[in-house]
T-cell receptor, first 112, second 117 residues
Framework: GQNIDQPTEMTATEGAIVQINCTYQ??????LFWYQQHAGEAPTFLSY????GLEEKGRFSSFLSRSKGYSYLLLKELQMKDSASYLC?????????????FGAGTRLAVHP | DTAVSQTPKYLVTQMGNDKSIKCEQN?????MYWYKQDSKKFLKIMFS???????INETVPNRFSPKSPDKAHLNLHINSLELGDSAVYFC????????????????FGPGTRLTVL
């Protein structure tokens, strides 16, 4: 089966750095996405990892360790607009097709 | 120039009614999806179509019937609505779903908030 775990809620201060962890167990692993979802809005793509290591994209970075079934999203220089849910999603390849399995999301609140 | 659009944005209806949600993408993608996001914000795949062909059907009750008239459209029809169907339904699309990689990035529509009374 598949299992994706991430913390339910986190809080941080404007200007700080926060790391959101995600652990997963799945067969047919074919990559991992991070999405951002503001309240009442659609999820939007943040990052993609398939190889071990760190992918940096401006203030956001994402790390993957396939052997440990572990990823994290690092947000630097936090801004108030970063208050949102962050969804970890694993691609599972099965039956010739990829399927995206989402975690329950981490709700991040950024305070002044 | 919205990429993935859904209508309606809000849908309030009585138990037992039949309703439809429409989705369109103008990204030229081959694959489209329906997801359900429940009150706990858990986003779960329901269906996936690739070039109008049903690929994924995640043991969704057969009261839910997707229809893809062409690869730019994927509609969702729900019969005999139940209280438990209340959720936000998201349509999404991706270039493809077979190659792996960032080309499989899914782009989501704005969602349809369905409330069954």
């Amino acid at each position: 089966g598949q299992n994706i775990d991430q913390p339910t809620e986190m809080t941080a201060t404007e200007g700080a750095i926060v790391q959101i962890n995600c652990t997963y167990q799945t067969s047919g692993f074919n990559g991992l996405f991070w999405y951002q979802q503001h309240a009442g809005e659609a999820p939007t793509f943040l990052s993609y990892n398939v190889l071990d290591g760190l992918e940096e994209k401006g203030r956001f970075s994402s790390f993957l360790s396939r052997s440990k079934g572990y990823s994290y999203l690092l947000l630097k220089e936090l801004q108030m607009k970063d208050s949102a849910s962050y969804l970890c999603a694993v691609i599972r390849f099965s039956g010739g097709y990829n399927k995206l399995i989402f975690g329950a999301g981490t709700r991040l609140a950024v305070h002044p | 120039d919205t990429a993935v659009s859904q209508t309606p944005k809000y849908l309030v209806t009585q138990m037992g009614n039949d309703k439809s949600i429409k989705c369109e993408q103008n990204l030229g993608h081959d694959t489209m999806y329906w997801y359900k996001q429940d009150s706990k914000k858990f986003l779960k795949i329901m269906f996936s179509y690739n070039n109008k062909e049903l690929i994924i059907n995640e043991t969704v009750p057969n009261r839910f019937s997707p229809k893809s008239p062409d690869k730019a459209h994927l509609n969702l029809h729900i019969n005999s609505l139940e209280l438990g169907d209340s959720a936000v339904y998201f349509c999404a699309s991706s270039r493809r779903m077979t190659s792996g990689g960032v080309t499989d990035t899914q782009y989501f529509g704005p969602g349809t908030r369905l409330t069954v009374l």
